[in-house]
């Protein structure tokens, strides 16, 4: 079968592997639809990650078909559409049980699809097949009337941004919030969209990037670019999806006393942040890898109301033949699927010009 290899920054190819087959009955074999990038497939695809090193198989947010069960899987049958989680969980182990299925006892490591060895070897979704070896915890159907176009991202960034606004707004309802957005592109806009359908009360976003800016306003947001975000105020809620200390520091000190501020960029270097600070507003800090599996439930089911439509915030959709191309410069959150789901070529959104 045919798999997407990413060779270096740029540059993604097509190579021919041997087709997984069920070895557990608690297995099932899938087939995805729609793939879509994650903000750290884009930077590594940009040579900002020096930490993944090709060749290895690329893609990890993906809606599957069913195309094989074990014997034991009760869940789910061929033919079913699915959501298939980034992160490799078995939903039985004491993490799992209590929603950190980023954490799963049972796998090794950050064990996950797309990053080769770093992820433990999973393989890939940009394929024909992807082995699922935990296919009753893991799977999640994909309600009837929502488009797998729309919702690939549903297996990591999607819920990434839940996790940042939708348990703080449970706890203040119409609470403001604020995005300190930039290196973690889509999350941010999601973060946004996200909390304006949840009701919050205002939602501040803050991006040097124009066109997201643009995609933020059309999600509810009051816009800024970093250079007007000297004098925000203070937030109950804040996200950083920066990915840059300034902008770290921005959603840190505009946290109000007692607030709550998430972090879901990606620090490779030491990084000063201002605990003093911190320490005297009693503020709450998060900051680690999404626990994609417990988080996907509630995303499904706020885009299922109508009142987020995550399709918002993609920048190009793209056939499968055409991944290696759109891959070597790809826009804010691409989307690549198969033939059959853009036949009307009318449904697909070319790439846009590209902005740093």
């Keep these: 079968m045919r798999q997407l290899m ?29 793939v879509a990038t994650c903000d750290l497939d884009v930077a590594v695809l940009r040579s900002k990650v020096p930490l993944f090193t090709g060749p290895f198989a690329f893609g990890h947010e993906s809606i599957c078909e069913v195309v094989e069960v074990g014997d034991q899987v009760r869940t789910m049958a061929p033919g079913d559409r699915v959501v298939l989680p980034f992160q490799i969980s078995c939903g039985a182990c004491s ?32 394929t024909e097949l992807v082995l699922v070896p935990y296919a009753d915890a893991m799977l999640v ?40 957005a930039g290196g973690a592109g889509s999350v941010g806009l999601y973060a946004t969209g996200i909390a304006a359908a949840l009701g919050a009360g205002s939602v501040t976003y803050v991006d040097n990037h124009a066109e997201r800016r643009e995609v933020a306003a059309r999600l509810g947001a009051t816009v800024l670019d970093s250079a007007s975000a000297s004098d925000l105020g203070q937030f109950p809620i804040t996200v950083d999806a920066s990915a840059r200390p300034e902008g770290l520091a921005l959603a840190l000190r505009a946290t ?20 003093f600070e911190m320490y005297l507003k009693g503020i709450t800090f998060h900051t680690g890898r999404v626990h994609a599996r ?14 987020f439509n995550p399709a918002t915030v993609t920048s190009a959709v793209v056939s499968w033949e055409d991944a290696p191309t759109a891959l070597a410069d790809p826009p804010t959150k691409l989307v690549i699927a198969r033939p059959e ?6 449904a697909a959104v070319a790439l846009p010009a590209r902005q740093p």
């Design 341 to 346: 789901l853009i036949d009307d070529r009318s």
């Design 6 to 34: 990413y060779l270096e920054p740029g540059r993604c190819e097509w190579s021919t592997v041997e087709a997984p087959t069920l070895t557990e009955p608690g297995q099932a074999l899938v087939r995805p639809l729609t």
């Design 294 to 307: 417990a988080a996907i439930p509630g995303v499904l089911d706020l885009v299922a109301t109508g009142a």
């Design 141 to 180: 159907a994909l309600p009837a009337g929502i488009d797998p176009l729309a919702v690939p991202s549903a297996v990591d960034n999607l819920p990434d941004a839940w996790r940042t606004v939708a348990p703080a707004l449970t706890a203040r309802p119409a609470a403001d919030v604020l995005i300190s």
């Design 95 to 126: 993490a799992c049980t209590q929603g950190r299925t980023g954490n799963c006892q049972t796998v090794s490591g950050i064990s996950m699809y797309g990053i080769g060895k770093f992820g433990g070897g999973w393989g890939g979704v940009l």
């Design 256 to 275: 109000e006393p007692d607030g709550v501020c998430t972090s879901v960029g990606i620090y490779y270097q030491p990084t000063e942040v201002p605990l």
